[in-house]
């Protein structure tokens, strides 16, 4: 579970504009979201993802930056929903799943969508895959870890 602790820089992403079209987002957060994944088609390696994995206490921190802002801090505990608002700037319901050391899942429901986004550490502890799913529609981002 700790393997997943650090700074993961995005290398890919594959089926992102899907992936955005497929939520129920307002056209606004649709425009913004579909500006980042233009920047990023470009620019992967613009995405940071810091990640810190407390397994005692099942608790999981994310942080992402964007070209240096922070675009999303948020700190969950396993089976227990929190309220916050993340990236796309909806405000969602999420939960944390631990399903074992190398797989995180956690479900987050907006008003409007409900997402499943799964983040699977690769063997070497190198490499994470982050997938989300909205609806039958899914988008899979790659990392390295820094």
């Not at 606004?28 to 995405?47: D, R």
């Not at 999420?94 to 956690?106: E, Q, R, S």
């Not at 490499?127 to 820094?146: A, H």
Request: net charge neutral.
């Amino acid at each position: 579970m700790t393997g997943f602790n650090g700074r993961w820089t995005m290398v890919s992403s594959d089926n992102a504009e899907a992936f955005v079209t497929a939520t129920h987002y307002p056209a606004a957060v649709k425009t913004k979201m579909m500006g980042i994944v233009t920047m990023l088609k470009s620019n992967p390696e613009a995405m940071v993802e810091e990640i810190t994995v407390n397994k005692a206490r099942g608790m999981v921190h994310t942080k992402v930056i964007m070209t240096g802002e922070v675009m999303h801090d948020v700190t969950l505990e396993m089976n227990k929903e929190i309220v916050y608002t993340g990236m796309d700037e909806m405000p969602a319901k999420a939960m944390l799943t631990m399903m074992n050391d190398a797989k995180l899942m956690v479900h987050k429901k907006t008003t409007t969508t409900e997402t499943d986004i799964v983040y699977t550490l690769g063997t070497s502890g190198t490499e994470m895959t982050l997938t989300m799913t909205c609806g039958s529609v899914t988008c899979t981002y790659k990392f390295k870890k820094l």
